[in-house]
């Protein structure tokens, strides 16, 4: 196999005029852009033989190496390497240019430190080779037991590491993104093959500045343009071919827009449910988009968004996923600092962290027996649930179970220190009954803390003005307008096709279909010659406009109205913003 050494920066005159005398005119040009540009030009198979290898070190001297072994190669590049940000990479298989410590056994008995270590590795498991910086190359990754792995050195306790990453944000938001960081480890193990796997993923919904997307890659150990990004401003061609080459790995689509016109609402609606369907999805997944039937490849990932505002779902979409809302205040920003200053720490324990699950496969298949056995106890105490929310909430809290195992595992094997002992017993005692742990939590988390909540098909009227008292006895606002970072109560056409009652809580989003609205509006409807059993936007508005409820769109003025359902009378504050189909206001039985 050809190895390419290269750093990733502008070569300089000399290394320009060498890549022109030793090649072509083409390698000088494209020196002068990157170093990495000339390795790219010879990434072929049929590598001409005047560059057998093309080694630039980072203090400017440019060598032809061809004859060197790999650890004479190596000894040369570390002799002349800065540092971990020098940008120096040894990779057989592809141009990540990331620097991480090693994990290994000379590390693990402390003979050499972890300041010697580099791992250069490509995209290919079976490809990695490790090499230190006397020129020794270490033992491959698939050699070392999850025992080894494990038995850490102390330059940064895993405790403490899991406290700055569970400390950056309220716990339960931390809590999701690492469960799903640990599921999108494990689905790829072969204990899991034929077995159903997760499908959905997480929309971290905050104002601006609330550190969203900070948050979402310290906790996910990813670059600063990390490779598995995309944006629903893409074609769904273009997301098909990111999907292709993210395994195992979390999807990130960034800064999540309320579109202005129906073209790029339905795109993004689409978008979204291209996404979610098609992370987690090992066998791919067809559905319409923009007109057409597009088949994603296959993946093993799962899937975070950021958003200031929320796009309307579709109803199947609503239960795929679970929407935590942070405030500005919410992010501890020293923890945050710590984080970005730290990449080589971050990477480093994150390689452990994540490598430790798929190395057994007993404890993948424990995680998919914790999965079975959580999801028939959310069933049995909760059969109104929708399936698709009861598997999601499953997997999460069967994914949280193996963080607890992964930490009674490290502290089995590791002496703790003071401070670690207090670490791990802020975990054990307040982190973990305090997040999702408890699969009640994890139900709360996701239809709100108030009352009973209802669900998607069996709320009525009665259950909402449960969770609207309780709201109002708890000092939330019940009357507040949907701008950005705000929160309240919504009641809302979801589309052209159904109503909804929204609810934006300090802590998520919730989507309630009510029965007793549904029925009463189709009743009116029916009565007034449409043929629709669920109103289109028109024809609720027209049932506003005759029961005097109509509201022209006024800036900073409100109006309260009594709306007569079935005899029942209600009170409702309504205003309309930007467009009619959306109203916000609370109903108060009289």
């Keep these: 196999m050809k190895k390419r050494l290269f750093v990733r920066r502008p070569a300089t005159v000399e290394e320009m005029q060498w890549a022109r005398d030793h090649c072509c ?3 000088g040009v494209n020196a002068a852009i990157s170093v990495e540009k000339v390795i790219k030009h010879h990434n072929r198979d049929s590598v001409t033989e005047t560059i057998d290898l093309l080694l630039i070190t980072s203090n400017g001297e440019a060598l032809q190496v061809r004859n060197l072994s790999p650890a004479e190669l190596t000894a040369a590049v570390m002799q002349r390497t800065v540092g971990f940000s020098s940008g120096v990479c040894f990779n057989p298989t592809s141009f990540n240019n990331s620097i991480i410590p090693l994990v290994e056994e000379q590390i693990l008995n402390r003979s050499i430190s972890v300041e010697d270590q580099y791992h250069f590795s490509g995209r290919d498991p079976e490809k990695v080779q490790y090499v230190c910086r006397d020129g020794t190359l270490l033992t491959p990754l698939e050699n070392i037991t999850s025992e080894s792995l494990i038995k850490v050195p102390d330059r940064v306790s895993i405790f403490k590491l899991l406290d700055y990453l569970i400390r950056v944000a309220p716990n339960y938001i931390a809590i999701y993104i690492l469960a799903l960081r640990a599921l999108a480890s494990m689905l790829s193990s072969p204990a899991l093959e034929g077995k159903q796997k997760p499908s959905f993923g997480i929309v971290l919904l905050g104002e601006t500045g609330s550190k969203k997307t900070s948050l979402v890659k310290a906790l996910c150990y990813m670059d600063e343009q990390p490779y ?34 129906t073209s790029e609402k339905n795109q993004q609606r689409e978008m979204f449910s291209l996404l979610i369907r098609a992370t987690g999805d090992d066998i791919g997944s067809r559905q319409k988009m923009q007109g057409g039937t597009v088949t994603t490849g296959k993946t093993s990932s799962l899937f975070i968004a950021t958003a200031e505002q929320l796009i309307l779902f579709s109803e199947s979409d609503i239960w795929r996923i679970f929407i935590p809302n942070i405030r500005k205040d919410d992010v501890d920003k020293d923890a945050l600092t710590w984080l970005q200053e730290h990449p080589d720490v971050i990477r480093f324990y994150s390689r452990l962290f994540i490598q430790w699950f798929p190395l057994n ?15 028939t106890t959310i069933r049995d105490r909760k059969p109104e649930l929708p399936d698709r929310l009861v598997s999601n909430c499953a997997w999460l809290e069967a994914a949280i179970l193996v963080i607890d195992d992964f930490l009674n595992e490290i502290s089995s094997v590791q002496t703790l220190t003071e401070e670690d002992y207090t670490v791990w017993m802020n975990w054990d005692e307040y982190y973990r009954p305090n997040s999702l742990h408890n699969i009640e939590t994890i139900i709360t988390h996701q239809y709100g803390r108030y009352g009973s909540g209802g669900d998607a098909d069996t709320a009525t009227f009665t259950q909402i003005m449960d969770v609207i008292k309780a709201m109002r006895d708890d000092g939330v606002p019940l009357f507040i307008p949907l701008a950005k970072g705000e929160r309240g109560v919504h009641i809302a056409p979801a589309s052209d096709k159904a109503l909804g009652f929204y609810w934006v809580s300090d802590h998520s989003y919730i989507y309630l279909k009510t029965d007793a609205l549904m029925k009463a509006v189709g009743d009116y409807c029916h009565d007034n010659g449409s ?40 009170k409702v504050t309504v205003v309309f913003r930007d467009e009619l189909e959306k109203w916000i206001g609370y109903i108060e039985q009289k």
């Design 25 to 27: 005119e083409e390698c």
């Design 228 to 261: 598995n990004a995309v944006n629903f401003k893409w074609t769904p061609a273009a997301v098909q071919e990111k999907l292709k080459d993210v395994q195992d790995d979390i999807v990130l689509a960034d800064d999540m827009y309320p579109a202005k016109i």
């Design 361 to 375: 496969d007993d404890r993948v298949a424990k995680l998919y027996e914790d999965y079975i056995s959580t999801r």
């Design 531 to 570: 043929d629709l059993a669920v109103p289109s936007g028109k024809v609720f508005r027209t049932m506003l406009d005759q029961n005097g409820l109509f509201v022209k769109q006024q800036h900073g003025k409100n109006r309260t109205k009594e709306l007569s359902v079935n005899g029942t009378r209600y």
